[in-house]
């Protein structure tokens, strides 16, 4: 929430140890790594963007990132009904 509200991508890194569960086969004495992001708009990423790009966000509604970050899951980019383009996928990749 704190990094949201600065304008940060929302991400949270932890490592936790794994324990023994004989239930469902597992050995335990290892950690696990977990990564969460929480999907916002992020403006100090937005900010290093290329021009070109920016300015294409900028479109909102009537460019190539409409919705961006939060692109439907159906419907998208018709008349494919579950596509995303390569652009908005690496947009939302890189942050």
């Not at 239930?23 to 900010?47: D, H, P, Q, R, S």
């Not at 070109?52 to 008349?79: H, I, M, Q």
Request: glycine letters at 8%; charged letters at 25%.
């Amino acid at each position: 929430k704190e990094l949201v509200a600065q304008g940060k991508p929302g991400l949270i890194y932890r490592k936790f140890p794994v324990l023994p569960n004989a239930w469902f086969g597992i050995t335990g004495g290892w950690e696990v790594e977990f990564l969460l992001l929480y999907l916002e708009k992020a403006e100090t990423f937005e900010e290093q963007l290329p021009a070109d790009t920016r300015a294409e966000l900028a479109k909102g509604s009537k460019g190539a990132f409409l919705g961006y970050p939060f692109y439907r899951t159906v419907e998208e980019n018709l008349p494919d009904a579950t596509d995303l383009t390569t652009p908005q996928v690496s947009l939302l990749a890189a942050q």
